[in-house]
């Protein structure tokens, strides 16, 4: 089951480091969960949570960016933030094309790291809310009978409520009749709100 509250997900190999980011972070009343490997944040991360990823990048054992790919794999999305002592141009490349939002370089202002962090944690909240919104569109059209289904197909398809009973073989009245059950299931007033809605639930821009 998802939570709203954010948590911030600590990865480096340095357990000094993890307990110096663990008490800035929570001071300013954020959760933070520290990973001394990233094996052990694989095991442990629990997706249902909103929030960031704060990753070292040199770790003994797997790698952050080597974290960043099995993340991918495992189709698992969370705003990364990647810190690092040994920074080169390669790797903040290669880091930001396996979708880091930052790259921060040891040592760095503590107001840096946590501006980025909510960044972070407001885009996560973003992308969560947008597809809580999209599932229940697609939960509302799955309610759809397929007659339904079909007449919709029609409308956003952009047809007239007389070339759309032509196309089914049904009359203009029994077409009226399933728009106004279809606009009352989706929970939209006009066909325009179905378009958009019904975007929405492709993953396109509503």
């Not at 009343?29 to 991360?45: C, D, H, I, Q």
């Not at 969560?128 to 397929?146: A, F």
């Amino acid at each position: 089951m998802e939570t709203d509250n954010p948590v911030v997900f600590v990865v480096d190999d340095d357990e000094a480091i993890c307990e110096s980011l663990r008490l800035l972070i929570g001071d300013i009343g954020l959760e933070v969960r520290t990973f001394t490997s990233a094996r052990e944040f694989l095991e442990k991360y629990d997706s249902s949570h909103p929030g960031c990823l704060v990753l070292d990048v040199r770790m003994s054992g797997m790698s952050g960016l080597e974290l960043q790919s099995r993340l991918r794999e495992l189709g698992l999305y969370i705003p990364t933030i990647i810190i690092t002592g040994h920074a080169d141009v390669p790797m903040a490349v290669e880091a930001m094309k396996a979708g880091a939002l930052d790259f921060i370089e040891k040592p760095f202002r503590a107001q840096v790291l946590l501006d980025a962090i909510q960044k972070a944690i407001d885009l996560d909240l973003r992308i969560r809310r947008r597809q809580k919104e999209r599932l229940d569109v697609q939960t509302r059209i799955q309610h759809l009978t397929q007659r339904e289904r079909e007449v919709m197909d029609c409308l956003i398809a952009g047809k007239s409520n007389k070339n759309t009973a032509f196309d089914l073989g049904i009359s203009q009245k029994t077409v009226d009749f399933h728009r106004a059950n279809i606009l009352e299931k989706v929970g939209v007033n006009s066909v325009v709100e179905l378009v958009r809605l019904t975007q929405k639930a492709a993953g396109g821009r509503a």
